[in-house]
């Protein structure tokens, strides 16, 4: 999932970070303690490469950077990714605003892929979007050559919208596919079907 550079702090985005329980997860906001355990997963060569603002290499000076920055968010939201029971940091999450409106972001550590956690994640940002802002409309992107993360918009309801550059700070411009969810296609899919 490509996360874009914030570009707007329209405050209509404002969420108050709600901790928030899925089945396996408990999505809080980012904390000091996260620091160790944000280094050792988001120092990845191949997770940098398919969002826009991660760097690589990836330390604690970045890590702080990132807490720094959440900590200081007046729109959207940034959660971290834990496993429910034992707080183990697997990633993070969030809603970022951007020229197009809010959008959703994610990424997860390479030892956690492949076990539906960036799909049960995102379904909760889906749904606080939607229930806590105005938003009528809620954006995604992924890189072109993301198949896994094209997976997961798709579980989520968003429908295909074009394509796109994006600049990323560890891969240069680079292709990306846009998506959208408008809120009635959201109430409908809540209404009949749970992904």
Known sequence: ??????DTDDESYAIDCPVLATERLVMRRPRESDIGQLVALADNRHIAEMLARMPHPYGEAEARAFLAMT??????VV?????????????????????????LGYWIGEPYWKRGYATEAAHALVDLAFQRTSTQVLQASTRVINPASRRVIHKCGFQYAGQ?????????QVPVERYRLDR??????????HF
């Open 71 to 76: 900590a200081a968010r007046r729109a959207g």
């Open 184 to 193: 009635k296609t959201w109430t409908s899919l809540r209404n009949w079907v």
């Open 1 to 6: 999932m490509v996360a874009e550079a914030d």
């Open 164 to 172: 796109g550059m994006l600049n990323s700070i560890v891969a240069g």
């Open 79 to 103: 959660y971290a990714l834990t496993l429910a029971g034992t707080d183990t940091f697997v990633g993070c999450a969030g809603l970022n605003t951007t020229d197009r409106g809010l959008e």
